[in-house]
């Protein structure tokens, strides 16, 4: 699933940009845990924040994602 292409891309090395929040806004995935997905988030007061699996795929616009690699 579109989760677990995350974890991997991290696995790896790779952060990743998503959507969120109806396509306003852009966040990079930095890590993740059992308990959920590192953000960082600059619309908010704390940039690097952890939302737990429920959150993240609440305000994950679509799934849309991208993985930053190297050329």
């Not at 306003?24 to 952890?50: E, K, P």
Request: glycine share 12%.
């Amino acid at each position: 699933g579109a989760i677990s292409s995350i974890q991997a891309a991290i696995g790896n090395g790779y952060p990743v940009l998503i959507t969120v929040d109806d396509g306003d806004h852009w966040a990079v995935v930095y890590g993740y845990s059992n308990d959920g997905i590192f953000v960082l988030d600059s619309s908010r007061s704390r940039f690097l924040n952890q939302w737990g699996y429920g959150e993240f795929i609440k305000r994950w616009d679509q799934n849309w994602l991208a993985i930053v690699k190297e050329k």
